[in-house]
Structure formats: structure tokens, C-alpha cells
């Protein structure tokens, strides 16, 4: 909103400084600072309100130090993370973009689902929350939703140069007759040349139709994966918004280069046309990431519930998607794959042992993996710290694919 302010003060009343909302850099590091400001500042009265209402965890004791003594501790602390997100890239972002559209409706879409299950958990007195099912449901309605309009609408583009920009041309003044934005549903491939992949040869020999069916699946699969991923990942303070935290500011590296017409040829990444307002929506990310992560370093104030975790992972699923990276998330969200396959694997050689020899085997002493180590007598800020550097060490791995192929 205030985009379109100054952009009008500064077309109609040539007003000295508001031309400097032109610059996506200024814009993203304005949304950081309101982000910061929103979740440092807001959160306190949130935590004192969440107290008054008694909205707080219900913990079963699985023997793990400490974990007895978080029991009250105000949860839902999720709704500063998105009021965080959503009230800077309002202000900061052209809200007539439709990857900023789409990134404020998956907040609030998952927001509002990982709302639901904890206000059952909390209100309703309901230790299992929203039916499972019903989680299921929501993130293949996002997924839907996602997928649907990155394959039809008109905006949704990748733009070919049919000669070279120069720096001296500047990316706005470069002639139109030099490129041509192309419906294309190409994605990149990491660590190849020439990795540009287009789910239409998936299945080739399928009807043309059929690619939105193959891409809209892939797509539902990764947000709902990723969400989950994030869920599983919130089991020890700061340790999903730390790791989110780390996995947006390398999308937003992404989100820049991939926007910036100059920095896509020299780099030889695909162009995609209005991209760069994505950094202003990961700046105000990883800025209420990094905010909450006040109240919620150990030991917490607030947990941020499935409210915070579902939406979160829903973000970085949408935003990987948007600038064409999903296939990068194997590695950039690493250590949400991993919690994920920790859960998948113990429970799945739990019952193969049961069925085969009368008596359920664990590989690891507690799943997610975070709790086995909890297990063995690490004290939770060390493995929070560990984690954090190995995500660091992904997004370092993921951002270097940009030249290493």
C-alpha cells in the first residue's frame, strides 16, 4: 500500500526521497524492520493475552528433560509470525502481483487450518486436534489452489532474451522487442548445465491436458510435505523457526537473482518476470522468524502451535515453487526431510518387527530425530544450535547450485 503512496508522490509531486520505494532492496529491508518490530513488541501482549485465556500446552511426559516444565506454556504464538508476515508485505509490497497474492493466501490458508487444530487441542480439550484428514484436505486444497494458478494464469511467465542485457541498459529501459515471456512450465534442475526441465515430458506421450494433472499432483505432494515437515520439525524451542529462518533468506537470494534480469543472464538461470517482489515477502519472513525466535529460544515464552508450523512450511513450499526451485528442497529444507523420513522410518520398522517377530523394534530411541538425541542426554540448545548449522550448511550447498553445475 504504501508502494502506490509514494509512487504517486513521487510521479505526480515529485515529493524528494519517495522515489526510493522504486528499490525492492529498500522495500525488503523495511518489511524486515517492521517484522522484527511487529513480533518483538506485539508478542509480549499476545503471550499476556494467550495467559489470561489459559491457552496453554498440554505436554504427555515421554520422559525427556525439561519437558514437564513447559507444560502451560502459551501456544498459538503462530498468529505473531503471520501478522508479522502479512502487515509488512501489505505495506511494502505491490499487492497487485500475483506471486505475492498467492504467498498471502497460503499463509493465511494454512494459518488458518494449523488455528483450527490447536484451538480444539486448547479449547475444545481435544489432545488430537483437527482430524488428520481434515489436514490432509487443506493442504491439498492449497496445493489446488497453488498449482492451478501457476499453470493458467496469464502472469505466470518465463522470460526468453533474444539478445543480451547490458548493465549500462539498465533492466527497466531494456526494449521489448529483445525478449519474449513465454507460458512455460519449466522448473531447474540443481547441480546440472543446461537444467532447465519442463513437466510436460514427464509423460510425453500422455494427452497435452494431462501436464496440469501431472504438475498440480507434484505440486499438492510437496506442499503437503513440506508443511508436514515443518509441523514435525516444532518439537524443541527455536528449533522450525531458526531452520525457516535460515531456508527463507536463501530463498530470497533466489527470489533476487532469478528477478533481476542481469544477475539471471550472468548466472544463466531463467528469468522470471516479477519475481523480485518475492524478496520483500521473504524479507518480512525470515524477519518474523528471527522476531519470534525472541520469546521462543529456550527456555520458550510462547510455542508457536500449528498455527506458526503448518503455515510456515506452506510458505517455503509456495515460495520454492514460485522461483522454480522445488526441486531444491531435498536439500534446502534438509532437516525437515530428515525429521520426516525419522518419523516414516521408526514406524515403519516398529510394525514390520511387530508382524514378523510378535515384538515392535525402534531404530532410533525416540522419534523425530530431534528427541532421539534428547534421548541421549543432549540438552536441547546444543541440538537446536547443531541443527541450525547444518541448515546453514544446506542453504550454503543450495545457494552454490546457482554456479555449481
Request: with cysteine.
Amino acid at each position: 500500500m504504501l508502494y502506490y503512496l509514494f509512487d504517486f508522490l513521487n510521479k505526480k509531486m515529485d515529493l524528494l526521497g519517495a522515489g526510493v520505494f522504486q528499490y525492492i532492496s529498500f522495500r525488503a529491508g523495511m518489511a524486515t524492520l517492521f517484522s522484527l518490530l511487529i513480533t518483538i513488541t506485539f508478542g509480549k501482549t499476545l503471550i499476556n493475552k494467550l495467559r489470561k485465556k489459559q491457552v496453554g500446552e498440554s505436554v504427555r511426559d515421554l520422559g525427556l528433560d525439561g519437558q514437564i516444565e513447559k507444560a502451560g506454556t502459551p501456544t498459538m504464538g503462530g498468529i505473531m509470525i503471520i501478522l508479522a508476515i502479512v502487515i509488512p508485505v501489505l505495506l511494502f509490497s505491490k499487492i497487485d502481483n500475483i506471486y505475492i497474492i498467492l504467498l498471502l493466501v497460503s499463509t493465511v490458508w494454512m494459518g488458518l487450518i494449523g488455528f483450527l487444530d490447536d484451538y480444539i487441542k486448547v479449547f475444545k480439550k481435544n489432545k488430537e486436534g483437527l482430524k488428520g484428514k481434515f489436514k490432509v484436505f487443506g493442504q491439498i486444497g492449497l496445493g489446488l489452489i497453488v498449482g492451478l494458478t501457476l499453470f493458467y494464469h496469464p502472469d505466470v511467465t518465463v522470460r526468453e532474451f533474444i539478445s543480451p542485457v547490458s548493465v549500462s541498459e539498465g533492466v527497466e529501459m531494456v526494449s521489448e522487442s529483445s525478449f519474449e515471456d513465454v507460458k512455460s512450465m519449466v522448473t531447474t534442475i540443481p547441480f546440472f548445465k543446461n537444467n532447465e526441465f519442463d513437466y510436460s515430458s514427464i509423460l510425453p506421450f500422455l494427452p497435452d491436458g494431462s501436464t496440469v494433472v501431472i504438475y498440480v499432483l507434484i505440486v499438492i505432494f510437496i506442499v503437503t510435505a513440506v508443511s508436514n515437515g515443518a509441523n514435525i520439525t516444532d518439537g524443541i524451542d527455536g528449533l522450525a523457526a531458526g531452520t525457516s529462518a535460515i531456508i527463507g533468506l536463501a530463498l530470497a537470494i533466489f527470489a533476487y537473482v532469478s528477478g533481476n534480469a542481469i544477475f539471471s543472464q550472468y548466472l544463466n538461470i531463467m528469468f522470471i518476470p516479477n519475481s523480485g517482489e518475492i524478496v520483500i515477502f521473504c524479507a518480512a519472513f525470515v524477519g518474523a522468524c528471527v522476531g519470534f525466535l525472541w520469546y521462543n529460544t529456550h527456555p520458550a515464552q510462547v510455542f508457536m502451535g500449528d498455527t506458526g508450523s503448518l503455515s510456515i512450511g506452506g510458505i517455503i513450499a509456495v515460495l520454492a515453487l514460485v522461483i522454480r526451485k522445488e526441486l531444491l528442497i531435498p536439500v534446502l529444507c534438509g532437516i525437515f526431510l530428515i525429521e520426516n523420513l525419522s518419523v516414516i522410518i521408526q514406524v515403519s520398522y516398529f510394525k514390520y518387527t511387530k508382524k514378523k517377530y510378535g515384538e515392535g523394534k525402534r531404530i532410533f530411541l525416540m522419534s523425530p530425530l530431534h528427541h532421539h538425541y534428547q534421548k541421549k542426554g543432549i540438552h536441547e540448545s546444543k541440538i537446536v544450535n547443531r541443527f541450525w548449522i547444518v541448515g546453514i550448511l544446506l542453504a550454503i550447498i543450495s545457494v552454490a547450485t546457482l554456479k555449481l553445475r
